[in-house]
């Protein structure tokens, strides 16, 4: 096990978006592994969840933006002679690869489920607490009782639609994580602030806390400054900030 927990906060509206759909595809396909009923069911609820983010933004396009961000960055990297070529390269070319298969997606994102009959009857009745019982549903219910070979195999089909855009956010994602080096920093009695340059592109706020220390980080702020206190967790009544030096791992991903 990870002996740090992570906290991350996105500084702006693109990059809270891509971390919300990083993590519904992670939980779809750890639950499209499982085996009974209500693992196929959470799976499903992780991807309606995805068609409702992309009925209300434009995934692609937003994607397609970050994407060529990212290759102008490492068009100015290029120029440093103590850069590592291939691996800039690789990555370029990967920028290109994810670019072109954004768009040679037929239509709007998520499409062909929306217009699935299946897809289409759960996400009517999802939105009633409890509405997609068997009574409700009887087409699901009886999916739902298939052989896990079946249930994953439609899963697989589903989704594979939308791996390009699963395989675009988590390149961009990662390529921002590993943009900087953390540095070790100390919150006085719980709290810490700090002022980010406006002439540079911060995009994510990563703080790293050793799982052995009894807080967790509450992180708030936008581009221009942000701020982090460590509050001690009460699962009864409402959580405090310690009066506790706290030292942590902060790092400012600049890409």
Known sequence: ???????????????????????????????????TEWDSRAAIEGLLDVLI?????????????????HHKVLARVARNQRIDRDKLRSMVDRIDDLSQRLRDIDGKLGTQLSTDGLFKSISQRSAIPGGTCSFDLPGYHY???????QRRENLTAWLAPLSPVQESIRFVLDTIRHSALPT?????????????????????????????????????????????RFMEPDFTERSKQTDRDVPFQLTRCLF
């Open 143 to 149: 999916w739902l009782q298939q052989p896990v070979a």
């Open 184 to 228: 070790q920093e100390r919150a006085q009695a719980g709290f810490f602030q700090q002022n980010l340059d406006r002439s540079l592109p911060f995009q994510l706020i990563r703080v790293a806390l050793d799982r052995s220390q009894p807080f967790y980080a509450e992180i708030s702020g936008g581009r221009h400054r942000f701020t982090i």
């Open 1 to 35: 096990m990870n002996d740090q927990i992570i906290y991350e906060f996105p500084l702006n509206e693109r990059i809270r978006t891509f971390i919300r759909l990083e993590q519904l595809f992670l939980q779809i396909h750890h639950f499209s592994e499982g085996e």
């Open 53 to 69: 983010i992309f009925s209300r933004s434009d995934i692609r396009s937003e994607l397609l933006k970050e994407l060529e961000r």
